[in-house]
């Protein structure tokens, strides 16, 4: 049993809490229960060893604060933001050893950083000032010197280090005592991975310091905010070292810049490399990298790199990387590619995402690795599950097809509409013909397709000693009565013979055949024909049946008449 008193205006740290009954619990799942009683969130790195051992005691009545001494003890550091316990491993304290110079409002600070408990210097610890956030690092003997341009004489130093507690120190000069108060604002932001992953890419290798990452390590989840930065390159900024936990509204790069993250607008010639959200507008001239969400829009003149969701547009002149989700629309001059769901992508040449929920238009090819709405490429569109519609120029291909594919090949498991010469659908039917016409044709025909539609391929040959005795049929067909033993198909073919060297025919069909099905592979069909021949000069002997209408000109014969076609049919 747990009970919480006190209202919410007091400090989570100092609330008395009331644990009684906590046999077996371990002191992740009592937190887990804590913050979900009182509205809160313990923030602290997953891997804490004693995360997992069990309550030291059964029951337990005093502070939040005493709760905590008692269960991890005094190596660990406790702070209260709002909504937030942090819980951090600080088995170290850091002293100040320094000395203050102030000359025509510039103010310098140098000295020793040392560790309270050995007293010795602490190399690579970070020193800022909480309100200009001037800021620099430590050399190996614990020494800095911070030099920077302040309206006031006093500052508030702070020093961070890992595995060592936050200090900060009020320092006054001996020529004044007045201290202004401080207007800056700071925020706590949980960490992630995304931030690492940012920093050891081959980009962030390249342009991220090895100061300002040792800069973020220290100072770690906190953050500040100003309404404008600007860098020449990362670490050369008007915020200096500090750009890197700064969250600005506007922000310009000449070269590249790295930021916290945006809450307005950013620019920079080259690159912006930004740690965490961006929001509203985003350009740069070669590359953006988003360790963070992009909300708004964003263009990058060859690339851009988010690693997690995308809200908005995003266009970039050659790749565009998503790790998470995009709700929106990308655009991408070649590759567009979302690990996870992503509304809409255009790209010239290809489109990848786990899942599309709307629409994919691409040069070459789609591709998702579960389902999509609207594929349509010029060569080729892939869905790993279920898709609305395909439309591309070569092959089409997956698993269930709620609409139509469109193609010269088309795959399936599941299709009612494929429009292609050829189709390799798993609930459709195939079947190889052979038939006969009114015009003495033979026909050796495949037909292949869904429950609806089909798709037909074949060659004719003519019986009759004419011209061009040698003829390609491709065509569509539609099942009026699929599956069953009697069967009612209509199908529009178009028939083109030559003789290879001059003279070449053309024939549209329209065909309606009634069938009948033999057991489980044959099938008779025969039926009426509606037909429309374009005929060279002299080829009046071409076709058969009974003439509807003729017109002779001196560019060709044009010929409507009509006739019956029968045959048998191979089912697979």
């Known amino acids: 049993m747990i009970n919480s008193f006190g209202g919410f205006s007091q400090m989570m740290l100092e609330k008395k809490v009331e644990i009684q009954q906590t046999e077996g619990l371990s002191l992740r799942q009592m937190l887990d229960t804590l ?199 990362p670490g050369l900024s008007s915020k200096g070292m500090f750009s890197s936990q700064t969250i600005s509204n506007f922000s310009l790069n000449l070269i590249g810049g790295y930021t916290a993250g945006i809450e307005g607008f950013e620019a920079a010639g080259i690159f912006n490399i930004n740690k965490r959200d961006v929001k509203y507008v985003q350009f740069a001239g070669i590359f953006n990298m988003v360790g963070g969400s992009s909300k708004g829009l964003q263009v990058g003149g060859i690339y851009n790199s988010v690693y997690k969701n995308v809200n908005g547009l995003q266009v970039g002149g050659v790749y565009n990387h998503v790790q998470g989700n995009v709700a929106g629309l990308q655009i991408g001059g070649i590759v567009n590619r979302v690990n996870n769901d992503a509304d809409v992508q255009i790209a010239g040449i290809v489109n990848h995402a786990k899942q599309s929920n709307h629409f994919q238009l691409a040069g070459i090819a789609n591709h998702t690795s579960k389902s999509a709405g609207f594929q349509w490429a010029g060569i080729s569109n892939l869905a790993g599950d279920t898709v609305n519609h395909q439309l591309s120029g070569i092959i089409n291909r997956a698993k269930k097809v709620n609409g139509f594919q469109f193609a010269l090949i088309n795959i399936a498991q599941e299709n009612d509409y494929a429009i292609g010469f050829l189709n390799f659908i798993r609930n459709g039917e195939i079947n190889l013909s052979a038939a006969i016409d009114e015009s003495s044709f033979t026909h050796l025909t495949l037909r292949s397709g869904g429950r609806k539609m089909y798709g037909i391929l074949g060659v004719a040959y003519s019986l009759r000693a004419i011209d061009t005795p040698v003829g390609l049929a491709a065509g569509l067909g539609i099942h009026l009565l699929p599956k069953n033993n009697f069967s009612l198909d209509t199908e529009f073919i178009s028939l083109t013979t030559s003789d290879f060297k001059e003279v070449t025919n053309q024939i549209q069909s329209f065909h309606l055949f009634p069938g009948y099905r033999f057991g489980n592979h044959l099938r008779v069909f025969a039926g009426p024909s509606l037909n429309f021949a374009v005929l060279d000069p002299g080829q009046n002997d071409i076709t058969g049946g009974w003439n509807i209408y003729e017109r002779t000109t001196s560019t060709g014969i044009y010929r409507s008449f009509g006739g019956v076609t029968g045959g048998l049919q191979v089912v697979f």
């Open 35 to 233: 913050s979900a009683r009182n509205n809160f969130y313990f923030s602290y790195e997953s891997t804490l060893p004693p995360l997992n051992n069990e309550l030291k005691a059964r029951q337990f009545s005093g502070t939040m604060g005493d709760f905590l001494m008692q269960e991890l003890g005094d190596a660990y550091e406790y702070k209260e933001l709002p909504g937030y316990i942090i819980i951090r491993y600080a088995p170290e304290k850091l002293d100040l050893d320094a000395e203050m110079d102030t000359r025509f409002k510039t103010v310098t600070v140098k000295g020793y950083i040392k560790n309270v408990r050995t007293n010795e210097g602490v190399s690579q610890a970070s020193i800022y000032d909480r309100n200009s956030l001037a800021s620099t690092l430590t050399n190996d003997k614990g020494y800095f010197k911070l030099k920077y341009k302040k309206s006031d004489s006093s500052i508030w130093l702070t020093l961070s280090k890992e595995n060592y507690r936050d200090t900060t120190f009020f320092l006054l000069p001996t020529v004044s005592i007045v201290s202004e108060k401080e207007n800056r604002l700071f925020r706590y932001l949980p960490g992630d991975s995304t931030t690492r992953e940012l920093e050891d890419s081959f980009l962030g290798r390249m342009f991220i310091g090895f100061r300002q990452r040792l800069q973020g390590m220290n100072v770690g989840s906190f953050f500040a905010e100003s309404p404008f930065q600007m860098s020449l390159t």
